[in-house]
């Protein structure tokens, strides 16, 4: 990201009501110089996209020009310190912190009774979000109150309870920091086995979830810490090819959000991300209508927060795609495909990297189910172009392979093998030659090799006896997840449509 863009970036992830709070509170005791930010942030804020050649034109007679670095970063802590203030209220963390200064404050002024209701609020609200660190040092803080107000009743009150309570809390924290660190263990772990896909790193997978914390839920003695353990285990599962499991545990993640409303109000996130992993388990196990009604829970989600709805929007458009892909993109549901793309640009620069990756590629498949190549060929080709290094590395390289096929359809013979050659090299810099791309690569090759007078039938049936073994493998398995090799070649043994092999296939399940 470019320096010159954080300003732009800042004013345009504000709300409507982020920005009537900031001009309100920016002009308090404004004056005329104050008054070009202000015109500076309504311009920034009005452009699509940062532009600054223009601003420098709009404000080439005002003093701001002169400075225009300085200027720019004198807003951007304006803005900050307004969105702290905004966000006094709004922030558990920060609602914590004015209530342990309201406590500190009145302490220090002999204050204690005032002090002991400020600590009441703040110990109600560190207990109600699990905010554990909080709640010792409020413990800490009693402690110090009872004795500094000679409360001989209370102090023996808390040398029977209070002391309990520190090792309760220290307890519930130590728990949660080593489901944590299960957690984050795992993560990584599952990072270096997506690039690698090889034994050693399955096997150190294999320890964390064997782990004896992980063998109960009654072990996770705290919401986040169940949170931490069910994401483990649905997470493994899925790498498993485990659908009933990983549907299991995603399903009692989401309860414990649904059944826990308070840490949605901390951050709506944690609702949108259990939700999506919820998505993709019902359409694992192609529980449609369960899918559906999830589906509408996040195209109706609502929030103030821009990054909340470029949340929900990559979570919308990514399910809602890989749906439709797999039931054959059916007549009417075509409107769900337009909707995405019409509401795409509007969150195309804000989505993080491996999301609009995952967007391109699934409108670039439903366009190949479709049967419009000019249109597939135009989101995948955008995808190859805007492509980060090893960011969504399998969705790039799943679009490679559909865009060979899609040559392959279209009949561009020539073209085909300077492409596979193309991709075949590709694929070896990036390691990731595994047996299901080789056999793709091989296969296409031959049918470009083959005389106009034979039958592609036997390298057909060749092909897919392949797949199905490779199918059987583990580690083979995933591939087959982003784009259904298997039934493409049974269309074509069928002669039969893609997609209309893919619509019969749904009805069957």
């Known amino acids: 990201m470019a320096a010159s863009e954080t300003l732009f970036l800042l004013i345009k992830s504000m709300t409507r009501t982020e920005k009537a709070y900031f001009k309100k509170f920016s002009h308090k005791g404004s004056t005329n110089k104050n008054n070009d930010f202000f015109k500076l942030f309504d311009a920034i804020d009005k452009q699509s996209k940062y532009n600054e050649?223009?601003?420098?034109?709009?404000?080439?007679?005002?003093?701001?020009?002169?400075?225009?670095?300085?200027?720019?970063?004198?807003?951007?802590?304006?803005?900050?310190?307004?969105?702290?203030?905004?966000h006094r209220n709004n922030s558990v963390e920060a609602q914590l912190h004015a209530l342990s200064e309201e406590i500190d404050i009145l302490y220090k002024k002999g204050l204690y009774q005032l002090a002991f209701k400020s600590w009441s609020k703040a110990f109600k609200l560190a207990e109600r979000f699990e905010k554990f660190p909080y709640l010792m040092r409020l413990l800490h803080w009693k402690d110090e109150l009872l004795h500094v107000s000679a409360d001989i009743k209370g102090i023996k009150e808390y040398i029977e309870e209070g002391f309990e309570q520190e090792k309760y809390y220290a307890n519930l924290w130590l728990n949660y920091r080593n489901f944590r660190k299960l957690c984050v263990e795992f993560y990584v772990l599952i990072r270096e086995h997506a690039a690698r896909r090889d034994i050693r790193s399955h096997n150190r997978i294999n320890t964390i979830v064997e782990h004896p914390l992980m063998q109960d839920s009654n072990n996770a003695k705290s919401v986040k810490a169940k949170s931490q353990m069910y994401y483990v285990l649905a997470k493994y599962y899925r790498m498993m090819n485990d659908a009933e499991q990983t549907y299991k545990f995603r399903k009692k993640h989401f309860q414990l959000v649904e059944d826990n409303p308070q840490f949605m109000e901390e951050s709506k996130m944690t609702f949108l991300r259990t939700l999506n992993n919820l998505i993709i388990a019902q359409s694992m196990l192609s529980l449609h209508e369960e899918l559906e009604e999830s589906l509408s829970k996040v195209k109706n989600f609502n929030s103030d927060a821009q990054n909340e709805r470029v949340e929900a929007f990559a979570v919308y458009a990514g399910n809602a795609l890989n749906y439709l892909c797999n039931i054959g993109v059916p007549e009417d549901k075509l409107s769900e495909i337009e909707y995405i793309e019409q509401h795409y640009p509007k969150f195309e620069e804000e989505l993080q990297p491996v999301k609009r990756t995952v967007t391109q590629f699934l409108l670039g498949k439903a366009y190949f189910i479709l049967g419009d190549f000019d249109k597939a060929l135009d989101w995948l080709l955008d995808l190859e172009d805007k492509a980060q290094k090893n960011v969504g590395l399998d969705f790039l390289i799943s679009g490679k392979l559909i865009t060979l096929i899609i040559h392959y359809e279209l009949n561009h013979t020539q073209y085909l093998d300077y492409a596979n050659l193309s991709t075949y090299r590709f694929l070896r810099?990036?390691?990731?030659?595994?047996?299901?791309?080789?056999?793709?690569?091989?296969?296409?090759?031959?049918?470009?090799?083959?005389?106009?007078?034979?039958?592609?039938?036997?390298?057909?049936?060749?092909?897919?006896?392949?797949?199905?073994?490779?199918?059987?493998?583990?580690?083979?398995?995933?591939?087959?997840?982003?784009?259904?090799?298997?039934?493409?070649?049974?269309?074509?043994?069928q002669s039969i449509d893609f997609r209309q092999m893919l619509l019969i296939n749904s009805h069957k399940q």
């Open 53 to 86: 050649r223009q601003l420098l034109k709009k404000f080439k007679t005002s003093k701001i020009v002169k400075q225009f670095s300085a200027t720019k970063n004198y807003l951007y802590n304006l803005i900050l310190d307004s969105l702290k203030g905004y």
């Open 429 to 493: 810099n990036k390691d990731r030659l595994y047996q299901v791309e080789i056999q793709l690569l091989k296969f296409l090759r031959k049918l470009t090799q083959l005389p106009l007078n034979e039958s592609p039938t036997p390298l057909l049936e060749q092909f897919k006896q392949e797949l199905l073994e490779l199918q059987k493998d583990e580690f083979e398995a995933a591939a087959f997840s982003f784009f259904d090799l298997i039934t493409w070649v049974n269309s074509k043994l």
